[in-house]
T-cell receptor, first 113, second 117 residues
């Protein structure tokens, strides 16, 4: 089954404790992206990747890191999480960046205390 | 910068009534347009898309959207809603950003559709 898999679904952590949210897709998509969803703000892009070893900042990249060492994986890293990073995070992928629909994971709800 | 405006943050509607969810965008260049739906506790799913050709596009579950270039709109409509249509709907626009030298996908802030029995 074609899918984008995110883990974990729920994560509660404390300020400053490094964490990684994993994302994997099995559709051989070139484009992958991370979004955060907050009430009243919709979806905001954190980082995206056009292909392996190619990543770029989205609208809200501060406090986040990503890597794309393999085509299927695109982990999101929070080196020192802060409470303002409490949010719902989505990973998404598509065949191409401009005219292909995005396939979304089921989300990771992160709480930073 | 490109912007996407969904004029209504919440739309309550009675079951079997028609509904229109509005979406306007700011780009003046060629665009690709999408509507996504998010059911509770799930990720977003593609509902329908406009890439080229006929300006009226339809989904498998009865929704349709019409691309209006002169009004820069892509409103979503359904003639008769069901309880199962209760969800949040997001409009998204992909357009070439000359400053960045690449296409940029921008989401609206979403419209929560609540279908009342």
């Amino acid at each position: 089954e074609a899918q984008v898999t995110q883990n974990p679904r729920y994560l509660i952590t404390v300020t400053g404790k490094k964490l990684t949210v994993t994302c994997s897709q099995n559709m051989n998509h070139e484009y992958m992206s991370w979004y955060r969803q907050d009430p009243g703000l919709g979806l905001r892009q954190i980082y995206y990747s056009m292909n392996v070893e190619v990543t770029d900042k989205g609208d809200v990249p501060e406090g986040y890191k990503v890597s794309r060492k393999e085509k299927r994986n695109f982990p999101l890293i929070l080196e020192s999480p802060s409470p303002n990073q409490t949010s719902l995070y989505f990973c998404a992928s598509s065949l191409y960046s401009y005219n292909s629909p995005l396939h979304f994971g089921n989300g990771t709800r992160l709480t930073v205390t | 910068a490109q912007s996407v405006t969904q004029l209504d943050s919440q739309v309550p509607v009675f079951e079997e009534a028609p509904v229109e969810l509005r979406c306007n965008y700011s780009s003046s260049v060629s665009v690709y347009l999408f509507w996504y739906v998010q059911y509770p506790n799930q990720g977003l799913q593609l509902l329908l898309k406009y890439l080229s050709g006929s300006t009226l596009v339809e989904s498998i579950n009865g929704f349709e959207a019409e691309f209006n270039k002169s009004q820069t709109s892509f409103h979503l409509r359904k003639p008769s809603v069901h309880i199962s249509d209760t969800a949040e709907y997001f409009c998204a626009v992909s357009a070439f950003n000359s400053g960045a030298g690449s296409y940029q996908l921008t989401f609206g802030k979403g419209t929560k559709l609540s279908v009342i029995p």
